[in-house]
């Protein structure tokens, strides 16, 4: 059973950064690709980003594109998330999810999901 855990959320003034960890433990994380979703109050599920297997092939949501950055180091079983130029419309639980094959489908739900991590962006 793979087990998530998110790490570094807060709250930061627009205009700021903050870069979100995700310890995996538990399973193979070099094989599967990985992703960030992330949800605010009274909305769905958004998609942040993703990152292929090998550290390539980073996908962003429309939203995110310019400002996130995703990276993995797989010696460490470490996924993050750099969040520059936060606004506060990036007010959201961040979600760490392990998908079930190499590379990011867009659509594709995660197969395993960590516990969360709120980041609150004040004006």
């Known amino acids: 059973q793979v087990q998530l855990v998110e790490s570094g959320g807060g709250l930061v003034q627009a205009g700021g950064s903050l870069r979100l960890s995700c310890a995996a433990s538990?399973?193979?994380?070099?094989?599967?690709?990985m992703g960030w979703f992330r949800q605010a109050p009274g909305k769905e599920r958004e998609f942040v980003a993703a990152?292929?297997?090998?550290?390539?092939?980073?996908t962003y949501g429309d939203s995110v594109k310019g400002r996130f950055f995703i990276s993995r180091d797989n010696a460490k079983n470490m996924v993050y998330l750099q969040m520059n130029n936060l606004k506060p419309e990036d007010t959201a639980v961040y979600y760490c999810?392990?998908?079930?094959?190499?590379?990011?489908?867009?659509?594709?739900?995660?197969?395993?999901w960590g516990q969360g991590t709120q980041v609150t962006v004040s004006l």
């Open positions: 999810s392990q998908f079930s094959g190499r590379y990011y489908w867009p659509g594709t739900p995660g197969t395993y």
């Open positions: 538990g399973g193979t994380f070099s094989g599967y690709a």
């Open positions: 990152i292929s297997w090998g550290g390539g092939s980073p």
